[in-house]
């Protein structure tokens, strides 16, 4: 990541031979090689920058194709603490889409977990495998060309993850495939399809159900003129979670 | 954790020589012993009952001594992600209060990362020590009896989470203790601390500082009948989050 | 309304004869008669409090017997704005219920509207009519006695409000019961009755329906200490809104 | 307002001589005259349409001409129900602005009551009285091209309503305006001139204090595809409401 002053900065991939061209003028990647984090370079234009380091999010939600809805910050950090992915946690995923969640479950999984994404449309599953690999993830996953409502390879695995239309048809599976004490956890848009997980997760004996949606406020904060910011997202999904135990 | 019939359950500490006295009747924790997550037994009054790994928020909200507020699962996740602390990440954090977020960060740093914790009143110090213990997640920590606005001991780190009254009395020390890249995340009650904190930080140099508010809805999900919840928690705090860059 | 000092106040009825008793002392109602709004009494421990005409929701939230679940002012206010219901309209509504909603209606209709009000349940009428007369709001009602899904005696009425279990069976009797250009309103506690409701609106020819939800947020406000409340309403009712065009 | 089929209407204007046109034909306003609410005419293209008496709200937020931020729906109803404001009440409103929350005002305190409307900015009481002008409300309301902050020249009043940058000015006067059990009500952007106002409110002996914000979620309502729409207004305003007691 390339920080200027006032707030400017990009995620940059470090591609040998290649040339960055900012609005702060040109930058040479063999120039960045070699360097740390934390030092201090200048473009063509002599404009100064910091090479950092980036974060997570910094990666997934800038630097990522984007060719499907996907999963927001604000519920793929809730989806992973109550399943309790973590580090050295396996984990079924489906759908794979963008590969947005699945770039959260890899980070969180490191060094010994391993996540098993499904995904039936081949052209998703290019797109997240580049995804993954930009963000050096793609160590920890395991891409499926494969519909998981006709089962689940893994076994005793301890969450299972599913962000697709029809959960509820791969819920048996899903029950199968967990260890005990596993967690289930689902992201749906419609209310409707809420109803017809928590009715299959209930008859397939899954217990702790829950059903929670995340909402974010943005503020802006300046003095003597705080206030909520005007736009908000008013609806990304619905999270149905639940445990087999 | 023992779990029950119809989704009762409870997590217990696994002491050599205890007896667990529940309604469905009493157990013997050296029956416990040698016995795999999974396997089945049964009380002295025949009720059946399965051993399962409890999940991070089983053992973090359920088992941990509360003396102060707390912070919410809503609120911690979205720390974590936002700060990006994951395994390996060095993360100072001040107050340490009952140790709740602690042990969330705690986890997600191992199996390399560190969690430096940093309270003056040495009897949450206790509480918190004890709470790690149980939750087994003491060894990634370590408690410092200290006034983070005096300063912080550690160099480099990847994440500051400050959750205390006065938050910019110790954003200095945070600026200087972070890596280039680092994160601070503040957890704050008040709007009023909120505009103090993002001054304070605006001044310091911080960069890509962001207001954000958390909240959860949750949903009562029966065929026919389905609605939000009549209670909700109206707030908990806000969070600023903030990056050196 | 007595108002006494630091906020404390009393809604009162005025009944020739009666004796008021507080913490604040004894007041014979006979020595409120004559006085006019604004002027200062004393009780009979010499405590002094001012008479002063009660608002409409002081009357109804505060003095009003409550059997049923009531309409909160939030949404009963926007009902109102909604569905146009002002002076001079005339409008049905079903059921009574504790008749919060037909008192906000009653008010706004004055003076020369008029509200239909339809409940089944004979013990709620009773405790409707008293609450409205409590109001002295009962001139503008008209309280019937009959399940609203039978038919609606009135005609070109402004707006029809349903706060009923099943109001998609009543939709046909309240079509034919608006004017061109009258107003549908229904108060609906969950999803599933709001997509039923939605469903039978667009088979009857219902134009602009749209779905709304009002949520209040509170807050305490301390120089330095402002915050949101801890405690909110999650949920009240979904409302149902629809035009006959 | 002329609706035609699947939804399309339009609120117009009655001027003698005028053409109207649409896309579905043009419309003689001469040959709109003398006919009544609920009949059916065509266009010059044969296209069917009713005439229909538009609510309220129909003109408010379709044909008025909109120079400021004005006051939502959701607030303004809140405004009128918590104030009290109905038939026959006399408010005082500041300021103008294009009229909105001014015509909602004037719309309930029909027949017999007044709304004084305090603006200082020329070119807003135009656009304002054209606007009430426009609903037919304009003979309710009494324009006042006069700073409010320099005092209010009515007396006993029933509401005070403040949507301006420094309400917190005016209180002075709003306090000495209103009669006994008068209702006050701010509508404010930012926190910080919540907390102004509310302290200049104590200070001034106001009472039943109360700050509240009222936000709207929209919900997208199809057989099994109902949720949340997606876009939501995150902020319009704060609103401090107080009584004179």
Request: charge should be positive; hydrophobic fraction near 40%; aromatic fraction near 10%.
């Amino acid at each position: 990541m390339l920080c200027f002053n006032e707030g400017r900065y990009y995620v940059v991939r470090v591609v040998r031979g290649n040339i960055l061209s900012f609005n702060e003028g040109i930058v040479k990647v063999d120039d960045l090689l070699g360097k740390r984090y934390g030092e201090t370079l200048y473009t063509h234009l002599g404009v100064r920058f910091t090479i950092t380091k980036p974060a997570i999010l910094d990666v997934v939600y800038r630097k990522f194709t984007r060719r499907t809805q996907v999963v927001y910050p604000k519920d793929a950090a809730f989806i992973v603490l109550k399943t309790g992915v973590g580090p050295g946690s396996r984990v079924v995923e489906a759908g794979t889409g963008s590969g947005y969640l699945t770039a959260v479950l890899a980070y969180f999984v490191r060094p010994d977990g391993k996540v098993y994404t499904y995904e039936v449309r081949g052209e998703f599953l290019d797109i997240a495998r580049r995804n993954l690999s930009i963000a050096e993830l793609d160590r920890w996953v395991v891409f499926k060309k494969k519909d998981v409502r006709q089962g689940i390879d893994e076994e005793e695995v301890d969450a299972v993850v599913l962000d697709m239309a029809e959960p509820w048809s791969a819920l048996k599976h899903a029950y199968s495939a967990l260890r005990s004490g596993g967690s289930l956890a689902c992201f749906l848009p419609t209310i409707n399809q809420v109803e017809r997980t928590v009715e299959e997760a209930r008859e397939l004996g899954f217990a702790m159900i829950e059903v929670d949606e995340i909402l974010m406020r943005r503020y802006k904060v300046k003095r003597g003129e705080t206030r909520p910011e005007a736009r908000m997202r008013g609806h990304t999904g619905f999270l149905v979670f639940a445990r087999k135990l």
